[in-house]
């Protein structure tokens, strides 16, 4: 993945869902570790997250398992948006700081960069490989 990267316009966007895409088939099979480096490794972040939360969102629509086990799924859930709207945060910091074009008190008409990659990564699930 490519270092070189300083502007939102600058990212492959196939590259950046196949990546997601690959991620979300290696996870279901190993588990989680850091490949990429640079941005891709902050959207690599930000997509397990989203990995995680489509897991524990299942484990909370179980109804056979009891109370305690929805509990813990749901803050499990928390826990994992947390570090998703962490990450988004992040990537929009790596926007900040690399691109002239891009401003914290720029107002937005859509989403942030980040908001947007996470949008990718959520579409990244309902794709069949």
């Not at 813990?72 to 945060?89: G, H, L, S, V």
Request: proline share 4%.
């Amino acid at each position: 993945m490519s270092e070189q990267i300083d502007r939102l316009e600058d990212v492959d966007v196939p590259q950046l869902l196949a990546l997601q895409e690959r991620k979300t088939d290696e996870w279901h099979r190993t588990s989680y570790t850091a490949s990429a480096t640079g941005l891709f490794k902050l959207i690599e972040e930000e997509h397990h997250c989203n990995f995680e939360l489509w897991h524990e969102e299942d484990r909370a629509r179980r109804d056979d398992q009891g109370f305690e086990f929805v509990y813990r799924a749901k803050r499990n859930i928390d826990r994992w948006n947390q570090r998703r709207n962490d990450r988004i945060e992040r990537i929009d910091a790596w926007f900040a700081e690399r691109s002239p074009t891009f401003h914290a008190g720029t107002p937005m008409n859509s989403e942030t960069p980040g908001m947007i990659i996470d949008r990718l990564s959520i579409l990244a699930e309902a794709v069949p490989l």
